[in-house]
């Protein structure tokens, strides 16, 4: 099985963009949850999708968003970019919500 | 809320030694599951090993094993047989079977010296 991708792989971004970034879970799973990781912060959770729902969401403005699609691929967008934004950011899915989480390689995003 | 803390930012351990990493957690749950990931310098998050809360039997997988003791919330992770490849940053998570959130320690960067 193929495991989690997530294009693109860097990004360079300048302040007030935005941007997309994509996942591909590892199929057959239904879930995918989004994760910022940075060196002050560590890792923290953005949110969750399930069969094209937000089920679960973090403590982030509203600056970022999300989605899911019908074959469970999920994008994540960032508006408005800030230089704080500039981040690794993860992507993992998982069969169900309760089972443990394969992540992708992640997005390195660079806000200058 | 749910917290969880790795009070070790560093470790090091000689190749083919054993090491231990601390984890504490907080949580008011009486149902939820506790990893060890595992980030090497590639950046790829690898699940080391899983425990669920209602089993009191410490999980083991090859090398590494848990000591789960619920009642002190805490979470260690010891790695026998130390190999080079072991050498990567660990995070001790938390995923609370309510929320479905993985909320993640700070993490232990770990060295093995050869």
């Known amino acids: 099985k193929a495991g989690v991708t997530q294009t693109p792989r860097y990004l360079i971004k300048t302040r007030g963009q935005q941007v997309t970034l994509s996942c591909s879970p590892i199929s057959g799973h239904r879930s995918v949850s989004w994760y910022q990781q940075t060196p002050g912060q560590g890792l923290q959770f953005l949110f969750e999708y399930f069969s094209e729902t937000q089920r679960n969401k973090g403590n982030f403005p509203g600056r970022f968003s999300g989605r899911q699609f019908s074959n469970s691929r999920s994008e994540m967008n960032v508006s408005t970019l800030e230089l704080g934004d500039s981040a690794l950011y993860l992507c993992?899915?998982?069969?169900?919500?309760?089972?443990?989480?394969?992540f992708g390689p992640g997005t390195r995003l660079t806000v200058l | 809320a749910q917290t969880v803390t790795q009070s070790q930012p560093e470790m090091s351990v000689q190749e083919a030694e054993t090491v231990t990493l601390s984890c504490t957690y907080d949580?008011?749950?009486?149902?939820?599951?506790l990893f060890w990931y595992k980030q090497p310098p590639s950046r790829q998050m690898i699940l080391v090993i899983r425990?669920?809360?209602?089993?009191?039997q410490n999980a083991t997988e090859n090398r590494f094993s848990v000591n789960f003791q619920k009642a002190a919330k805490s979470f260690s992770l010891k790695i026998s047989d130390s190999q080079l490849g072991d050498a990567a940053m660990y995070f001790c998570a938390l995923l609370s079977s309510n929320t479905g959130k993985l909320i993640f320690g700070q993490g232990t960067t770990l060295q093995v010296k050869p």
């Open positions: 949580t008011s749950e009486s149902d939820y599951y």
């Open positions: 993992a899915s998982t069969q169900s919500s309760y089972n443990e989480q394969f």
């Open positions: 425990q669920e809360a209602y089993k009191q």
